[in-house]
């Protein structure tokens, strides 16, 4: 494993991080959870990343009984909040309650006295920025929280974030983002207002949802085993599975093959190779995705590799920026 800063922060962690929505909880019993994340520590990955609406809470109860009685000093938990966890009007969004009730409801699932890094799952538009922050800034002046992150904002957003946090003298670091080989829309004004900003991206779906793997054929139904064949968890990559994007995920095998690597290696690789970009997190449901994936760590593509990337998938790339998530 290879580790690196996050932002401009003294916080060090594993490149490739273990992050379970869609799994823990739900796509998976707990027993292949509890293998999975064996499997992630075995590795040396270090960093686990989770949200507080991930299988309706449950996702953060799973990884806090797999990692218990690891010494806590050696891992890097991250969690989210923002989207709904109860039925109220205050159980969503930025606000100060919300911000407040749901840190000490993560804190107890995960069976931990701090978060590493605890990130605005989205930008609220329905809540000053700064009530946001100062919530934000308290935690982290009551050592509840660490350092403080964001997923999913639009750049003019990480800019007024970071601004707002140094402000209240504590460190904005990370933004969330889709990354992929197919999904590059932080690439144009993300990542130079973040570089600019002291904040690293902290990717996830670096395998496009498992369309990267290649298992996913044009004019071929999805296995019923895999997340595309799954009635909930494969709802989300719908946009991936075109003929179009599936022929030329296909041409991309030779280019893998040519390396000495998996296309789910190449896929976290390529991810790996932006400055910007500290971690990679990779989901899995068996141990054994977790062995295949961990082995990007390290791999240095060159520039002729990343050209042909470039070449193989052509227009099926998605750079636009206005497509950073909104929900």
Known sequence: MEYRRLGRSGLTISEIAYGNWLTHGGQVEE???QACVRAALDAGITTFDTADVYAGTRAESVLGRALAGQRREGLEI????????????????LGRKHVTESCDASLRRLQTDHIDLYQAHRYDPTVPLEETMTAFADLVRAGKVLYVGVSE??????AAGAALARDLGIQLISNQPQYSMLWRVIEDEVVPTSQREGVSQIVWSPLAQGVLTGKYRPGEQPPADSRAGHSEAGQSMRGFLRDDVLSRVQELRAVADDLGLSMAQLAVAWVLQNDNVAAAIIGATRPEQ????VKAAGVRLEDDVMARIDEVLGDVVERDPAKTARG
């Open 290 to 293: 977790v062995h295949d994936n």
């Open 153 to 158: 904002w639009r750049a003019e957003e990480i």
């Open 78 to 93: 991250f969690t989210k909040v923002y989207w709904p966890t109860g039925p109220g009007p205050n159980d969503r969004g």
């Open 31 to 33: 027993d292949a959870a």
